[in-house]
């Protein structure tokens, strides 16, 4: 096994503001926090700086006129005119390097693609990607460009048949769905708090593709206060029979950190303990693994689970070399895994009733709607 953990000490030169939830050096903090913890010192792990990808690009996906006002807004300097594409909102502010920042995220993801179809890598993680709000003419949600859909593009343009893409963000991933709506090469699952109370408002069940790719977009919305019992049966009980039945040559994973319950714009309830389950379901699923970061708004909350991420990723226990070593007053205990881990929770037993019963209608719509046209028989269901 090759893994390759896709950075770039280049992203904390961009911000999107003091006062914006999304923050690209979360990156480095990760990346720092992994180092820490010993988790690039084995032989298959390479870490990888990313290069800018090029305009043409771009245009795999985008209007040539949405490229036009993005390559405008790079100087910081906003104009009305841009409003029509997204730009300048305070979601999508304009910003000093916006556009060199989206084409070296889209570098980032794009050189991970080629990684894998190019068999130098099995699994790889890029923290600063999976930006699944893009649209095709716009800028929505934080994401610039779609670096998702060029990648799973390219994918299939290598030779891929079958890509699943699975997305755990707490948000819907709506530019994914909208790009692979009628196409049954792309197996489209996506785990969200509903559009009942959610940006982007939609990805319900009964989203579930159309034409050839009628059955090939399953759509999971979450109640508020879905904890991690709740998540990983729904998870479980939705994914682990999909994946069994499409035989994906590779999956595709935005792993977005917005569910854990300390996490600002959402309300969802998760803990990383939870968040680590749903990790290895996903990485037992294929040998084939592109990571992408995605939303997560607790930084530092989200530095200790995707650290988790990329140790369950390798099949590592994190380890602090230094645990033992030098405590004290200034330097603390040292860092063992329980540091990183959450303490687990569980919502109110009331509460949890009302979740079950919202998660299980989810279920047994899914199950009755799309199993049958991936031909998973009764007994799979458990
Ligand atoms: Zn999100």
Redesign the pocket.
């Known amino acids: 096994m090759n893994s390759v953990f896709m950075y770039t000490s280049k992203y904390d030169t961009y911000s999107l503001g003091d006062q914006h939830p999304f923050k690209p050096y979360k990156a480095t903090m990760v990346y720092e926090l992994c180092y820490r913890y010993g988790l690039f010192d084995k032989p298959w792990i390479t870490v990888m700086e990313p290069e800018p990808a090029s305009e043409d690009a771009l245009t795999e996906f985008h209007s040539k006129e949405y490229i036009e006002a993005l390559k405008a807004a790079n100087t910081g300097s906003f104009d009305f005119t841009m409003l029509e594409y997204g730009l300048g909102t305070s979601d999508n502010p304009v910003f000093k390097g916006v556009y060199d920042f989206s084409l070296l995220v889209l570098g980032a993801t794009l050189k991970s693609a080629d990684l894998i179809s190019s068999g130098h890598a099995d699994i790889v993680f890029s923290p600063v990607g999976g930006l ?1 709000h893009g649209g095709f003419g716009h800028a929505e ?2 994401c610039y460009v779609n670096d998702i859909v060029i990648a799973i593009q390219r994918l299939l343009k290598s030779g891929y048949e079958r890509i699943l893409y699975v997305d755990i ?3 819907h991933g709506n530019g994914v769905q909208d790009a692979f709506y009628d196409r049954d090469d792309v197996l489209f699952i996506s785990f ?1 708090q509903s559009g009942e109370t959610l940006y982007p408002w939609v990805g319900f069940e009964n989203e579930i593709g159309s034409g050839k790719g009628l059955g090939y977009t399953v759509n999971v919305p979450l109640s508020e206060y879905t904890d991690d019992e709740a998540y990983i049966k729904v998870f479980k009980e939705i994914y682990t029979p999909l994946v069994k039945a499409y035989k994906p040559q590779c999956v595709v994973a935005q792993i ?1 950190l ?1 569910t854990l319950k300390k996490d600002p ?2 309300n969802l309830r998760l803990t990383n303990n939870g968040y680590c389950e749903v990790i290895a379901e996903i990485r037992a699923s294929c040998p084939k693994i592109l990571a992408l970061g ?4 607790s930084v530092p909350d989200v530095v200790r689970g995707w650290t988790l991420a990329w140790a369950e990723l390798n099949g590592l226990q994190p380890h602090d070399p230094y645990l033992g070593l030098v405590g004290g007053a200034l330097t603390g205990h040292g860092n063992s895994v329980e540091d990183l881990r959450d303490s687990p929770y569980k919502i109110a037993p009331r509460l949890k009733d009302d979740v079950n019963r919202y998660l299980d209608s989810k279920i047994i719509f899914i199950k009755d709607k799309i199993f049958p046209i991936h031909n998973i028989s009764g007994e799979l269901y458990g």
Request: glycine share 34%.
């Open positions: 699944h949600g934080f963000d707490a948000h969200h977005g917005d714009l959402t995605g939303g997560g708004y």
